[in-house]
C-alpha cells in the first residue's frame, strides 16, 4: 500500500496485478445515468467484483485488502475525456499561459511574454497558447505589432485558445517566410493590413505554416509532455482520454515506448490523421482496435473546418456582420468525402473534426455514402465537436448511427463569440446534450484541451447547468441531469471506443478505474459543481492519486 508521501501527487500506475480494495460508506454513481442507491464498491485483482451495500462489498474482505470509508463521498467511474490532446497538453504547461482569464488585456499578454523573453537566449521561440478575443477587453486579436517591441530577438507564437488561429511576430513571420507576398495557403488565410502586410494573425493552414517552422520536439520531449499531462489528468480523476491526432511516427513512438515501459499515466485511444497515417496502416494490416486496454488504436481522423471563434467553421449561412464569409474548408470537400470513405473502406472507425453546420452535413454524407457501399452494422463513425447542428442533421445523425463528440465545455468558456459570431439562434443545438440523451444518440463528454481546461467537473457542471463561466444561460432546454453527465463523461466515452464492456461504469467484471470526489455530489448547487475536487483516482484497484488533504 502507497504512503501518504507517494501519494500527495499523481504517478504513474503500477502495472502489477491489479489491486484489491473496499470502498464503503459513500455515494456510488454507476455511470448508468440513472440513481444506483449503491453505497460500497468492492474490487479484487484489479476488477470490480461488488457493487451495492456496504455489507455486500465487506464480503470481499480479507488480509491485505484495504478499506476506505468514503464518509458519504460519491465514487463514479473513471472520467474518460473523449476528445482532448495530452501532446498539447503537457506542452502548453510548459509554455506562457495567455488564457483569458487571467489575462484581461493585451497589455497582460504582452507583460506575461516580455517575462519569458528575458529569461531565454535570443534567437529561441517564445510560444504562448490560451487567448480568446472576445473575452478581452480590447476586442481584438493581439498582432505583431503588440508583440515586436517586447521581442526583437526572439520568434514569438501566440496561438488563440481554440488552436486554430496565432498571433506571430515579425522574427517568427520572417523564418515561416511569410510577408505581403505570400499567398494564402489553401485552407488558411494571413490577416493583411490596409496596405497588404501581414498582421501577424494567421489562420488554420496559415498557422500550420508558421508552427512548421519550429523546431520539432523530439520523442524523449514527446514522452515527457504525455507524463505531464497524464499527471495533471489523473488529478482530476481522468483515467481514459483519446488523443485527437497522431500525425508522425515520433509521436506514435513516444506513446508506444510509454506503454510498453509501463509509464503510460491514462489509458489511451490514439486517433490517426488520415493524411499522414491512413497508407501505412493500411498496408501493414492495422486498423480501430489494434492494442490493449492501455493504448489502442482509434478512428482514422480528418479536419473539415475550423472554429467559430476563428469564424473558419464552415457554415450553411455567413458569420454574423461578414456576409462573405462562411468559414473555411481544410481541403476540397469533395476530396475529403473521399478520404473518410477510403478509411471506412480499410476499416477503420472514422471521425472528422466538423464544428460548422456545413461541415457535419458534409461528414453524414460521406458516411452515408461510405455505408451504402460497403455496410458496416457497428460502425460508430464520430463526429467530432459537432458543434452547430440543425434538426434536419440531428434526424440523420440518429438514422446513421453516428456518434456525436460535443465539446462539452465550449459553451462555458466561449459563449461570447458565439454569440458574436453566430448569434443565439444559431446555437439552439449547440452540444444538445439533452436532445442526444431523449432521441437514444450516445455522446461522450470532451474537454478539447488544452483549448478548454482538462477538469471534467467543468463540463459536467455545463451539461448540467448550461451555463457560461459569466452565469449566462445558454438554452436551458437542453440540461441534463447530474447522472447524465457522469454517464457522458464516462460509458458512452467507453461507448465511443468500443470498450464499454470493460470500462465506463461501476459493475462487476470491469476494470476497477474509479474518481472519488470530496463530497456527495447530490448536496452540491449546480452552477458550484466545477469547484468540486478529486480527493482520490484510482487505476485498476490501485491509488494513483491522492489530493494532500485527501491523504
Same mark, same amino acid.
Given at each position: 500500500?502507497?504512503?501518504?508521501?507517494?501519494?500527495?501527487?499523481?504517478?504513474?500506475?503500477?502495472?502489477?496485478?491489479?489491486?484489491?480494495?473496499?470502498?464503503?460508506?459513500?455515494?456510488?454513481?454507476?455511470?448508468?445515468?440513472?440513481?444506483?442507491?449503491?453505497?460500497?464498491?468492492?474490487?479484487?485483482?484489479?476488477?470490480?467484483?461488488?457493487?451495492?451495500?456496504?455489507?455486500?462489498?465487506?464480503?470481499?474482505?480479507?488480509?491485505?485488502?484495504?478499506?476506505?470509508?468514503?464518509?458519504?463521498?460519491?465514487?463514479?467511474?473513471?472520467?474518460?475525456?473523449?476528445?482532448?490532446?495530452?501532446?498539447?497538453?503537457?506542452?502548453?504547461?510548459?509554455?506562457?499561459?495567455?488564457?483569458?482569464?487571467?489575462?484581461?488585456?493585451?497589455?497582460?499578454?504582452?507583460?506575461?511574454?516580455?517575462?519569458?523573453?528575458?529569461?531565454?537566449?535570443?534567437?529561441?521561440?517564445?510560444?504562448?497558447?490560451?487567448?480568446?478575443?472576445?473575452?478581452?477587453?480590447?476586442?481584438?486579436?493581439?498582432?505583431?505589432?503588440?508583440?515586436?517591441?517586447?521581442?526583437?530577438?526572439?520568434?514569438?507564437?501566440?496561438?488563440?485558445?481554440?488552436?486554430?488561429?496565432?498571433?506571430?511576430?515579425?522574427?517568427?513571420?520572417?523564418?515561416?517566410?511569410?510577408?505581403?507576398?505570400?499567398?494564402?495557403?489553401?485552407?488558411?488565410?494571413?490577416?493583411?493590413?490596409?496596405?497588404?502586410?501581414?498582421?501577424?494573425?494567421?489562420?488554420?493552414?496559415?498557422?500550420?505554416?508558421?508552427?512548421?517552422?519550429?523546431? =520539432?520536439?523530439?520523442?524523449?520531449?514527446? =514522452?515527457?509532455?504525455?507524463?505531464?499531462?497524464?499527471?495533471?489528468?489523473?488529478?482530476?480523476?481522468?483515467?481514459?482520454?483519446?488523443?485527437?491526432?497522431?500525425?508522425?511516427?515520433?509521436?506514435?513512438?513516444?506513446?508506444?515506448?510509454?506503454?510498453?515501459?509501463?509509464?503510460?499515466?491514462?489509458?489511451?485511444?490514439?486517433?490517426?490523421?488520415?493524411?499522414?497515417?491512413?497508407?501505412?496502416?493500411?498496408?501493414?494490416?492495422?486498423?480501430?482496435?489494434?492494442?490493449?486496454?492501455?493504448?489502442?488504436?482509434?478512428?482514422?481522423?480528418?479536419?473539415?473546418?475550423?472554429?467559430?471563434?476563428?469564424?473558419?467553421?464552415?457554415?450553411?449561412?455567413?458569420?454574423?456582420?461578414?456576409?462573405?464569409?462562411?468559414?473555411?474548408?481544410?481541403?476540397?470537400?469533395?476530396?475529403?468525402?473521399?478520404?473518410?470513405?477510403?478509411?471506412?473502406?480499410?476499416?477503420?472507425?472514422?471521425?472528422?473534426?466538423?464544428?460548422?453546420?456545413?461541415?457535419?452535413?458534409?461528414?453524414?454524407?460521406?458516411?452515408?455514402?461510405?455505408?451504402?457501399?460497403?455496410?458496416?452494422?457497428?460502425?460508430?463513425?464520430?463526429?467530432?465537436?459537432?458543434?452547430?447542428?440543425?434538426?434536419?442533421?440531428?434526424?440523420?445523425?440518429?438514422?446513421?448511427?453516428?456518434?456525436?463528440?460535443?465539446?462539452?465545455?465550449?459553451?462555458?468558456?466561449?459563449?461570447?463569440?458565439?454569440?458574436?459570431?453566430?448569434?443565439?439562434?444559431?446555437?439552439?443545438?449547440?452540444?444538445?446534450?439533452?436532445?442526444?440523451?431523449?432521441?437514444?444518440?450516445?455522446?461522450?463528454?470532451?474537454?478539447?484541451?488544452?483549448?478548454?481546461?482538462?477538469?471534467?467537473?467543468?463540463?459536467?457542471?455545463?451539461?448540467?447547468?448550461?451555463?457560461?463561466?459569466?452565469?449566462?444561460?445558454?438554452?436551458?432546454?437542453?440540461?441534463?441531469?447530474?447522472?447524465?453527465?457522469?454517464?457522458?463523461?464516462?460509458?458512452?466515452?467507453?461507448? =465511443?471506443?468500443?470498450?464499454?464492456?470493460?470500462?465506463?461504469?461501476?459493475?462487476?467484471?470491469?476494470?476497477?478505474?474509479?474518481?472519488?470526489?470530496?463530497?456527495?455530489?447530490?448536496?452540491?448547487?449546480?452552477?458550484?459543481?466545477?469547484?468540486?475536487?478529486?480527493?482520490?483516482?484510482?487505476?485498476?484497484?490501485?491509488?494513483?492519486?491522492?489530493?494532500?488533504?485527501?491523504?
Amino acid at each position: 500500500m502507497a504512503t501518504d508521501r507517494e501519494r500527495a501527487g499523481a504517478r504513474e500506475p503500477d502495472r502489477a496485478a491489479g489491486g484489491d480494495i473496499v470502498f464503503v460508506n459513500g455515494h456510488v454513481m454507476t455511470g448508468s445515468g440513472t440513481p444506483s442507491g449503491a453505497t460500497a464498491v468492492a474490487v479484487r485483482g484489479g476488477r470490480i467484483v461488488a457493487v451495492g451495500s456496504d455489507a455486500d462489498a465487506l464480503a470481499w474482505r480479507g488480509r491485505g485488502v484495504e478499506v476506505i470509508d468514503l464518509k458519504g463521498r460519491t465514487i463514479t467511474p473513471g472520467f474518460n475525456d473523449a476528445h482532448c490532446h495530452p501532446m498539447w497538453v503537457g506542452f502548453v504547461l510548459q509554455q506562457v499561459n495567455a488564457a483569458t482569464p487571467p489575462n484581461r488585456t493585451i497589455a497582460d499578454l504582452r507583460a506575461r511574454i516580455a517575462e519569458r523573453v528575458r529569461s531565454v537566449p535570443p534567437g529561441t521561440w517564445v510560444l504562448a497558447r490560451g487567448y480568446d478575443q472576445a473575452r478581452l477587453a480590447d476586442q481584438r486579436h493581439p498582432t505583431r505589432h503588440d508583440l515586436d517591441p517586447i521581442s526583437p530577438d526572439h520568434p514569438v507564437l501566440v496561438v488563440r485558445a481554440c488552436g486554430h488561429i496565432g498571433v506571430a511576430n515579425s522574427r517568427a513571420l520572417a523564418l515561416a517566410s511569410i510577408d505581403r507576398h505570400t499567398p494564402d495557403p489553401e485552407g488558411g488565410t494571413i490577416d493583411r493590413d490596409a496596405h497588404g502586410e501581414p498582421t501577424g494573425v494567421v489562420r488554420e493552414a496559415a498557422l500550420a505554416l508558421v508552427r512548421q517552422a519550429i523546431p =520539432a520536439p523530439t520523442r524523449e520531449q514527446i =514522452a515527457e509532455a504525455i507524463r505531464l499531462a497524464g499527471r495533471q489528468y489523473l488529478t482530476e480523476g481522468v483515467t481514459s482520454f483519446a488523443e485527437a491526432g497522431i500525425r508522425t511516427a515520433t509521436e506514435m513512438r513516444a506513446y508506444l515506448d510509454l506503454a510498453q515501459a509501463g509509464e503510460l499515466p491514462v489509458r489511451t485511444y490514439l486517433m490517426m490523421m488520415i493524411d499522414e497515417t491512413l497508407e501505412p496502416m493500411t498496408e501493414l494490416g492495422l486498423r480501430t482496435g489494434f492494442g490493449d486496454a492501455w493504448l489502442r488504436i482509434g478512428p482514422a481522423k480528418l479536419f473539415l473546418d475550423g472554429s467559430i471563434g476563428g469564424r473558419t467553421a464552415r457554415m450553411s449561412q455567413p458569420y454574423e456582420g461578414e456576409d462573405d464569409n462562411l468559414g473555411l474548408w481544410m481541403q476540397d470537400p469533395t476530396l475529403m468525402k473521399e478520404k473518410l470513405k477510403a478509411a471506412h473502406r480499410a476499416g477503420f472507425q472514422c471521425c472528422a473534426h466538423a464544428i460548422g453546420d456545413a461541415a457535419i452535413e458534409l461528414l453524414i454524407m460521406a458516411y452515408e455514402e461510405a455505408l451504402a457501399e460497403q455496410p458496416r452494422a457497428d460502425h460508430r463513425h464520430r463526429i467530432e465537436h459537432c458543434s452547430i447542428l440543425r434538426p434536419d442533421l440531428i434526424d440523420r445523425i440518429q438514422r446513421l448511427g453516428a456518434i456525436p463528440v460535443p465539446g462539452t465545455t465550449f459553451l462555458w468558456a466561449f459563449h461570447k463569440a458565439y454569440v458574436q459570431n453566430l448569434g443565439m439562434d444559431r446555437i439552439r443545438y449547440a452540444y444538445a446534450m439533452r436532445t442526444f440523451f431523449d432521441r437514444g444518440i450516445v455522446a461522450p463528454a470532451s474537454s478539447d484541451a488544452p483549448v478548454d481546461p482538462t477538469n471534467p467537473m467543468i463540463g459536467i457542471q455545463t451539461m448540467v447547468t448550461r451555463r457560461s463561466e459569466e452565469g449566462v444561460e445558454i438554452w436551458p432546454e437542453e440540461r441534463i441531469t447530474l447522472e447524465e453527465a457522469i454517464r457522458a463523461y464516462t460509458y458512452n466515452g467507453a461507448y =465511443a471506443s468500443f470498450e464499454e464492456d470493460i470500462k465506463g461504469s461501476i459493475a462487476p467484471g470491469k476494470l476497477a478505474d474509479l474518481t472519488v470526489l470530496e463530497t456527495d455530489l447530490r448536496t452540491v448547487p449546480p452552477e458550484e459543481l466545477a469547484k468540486v475536487r478529486v480527493d482520490l483516482t484510482v487505476v485498476e484497484g490501485r491509488v494513483v492519486y491522492v489530493r494532500g488533504a485527501a491523504s
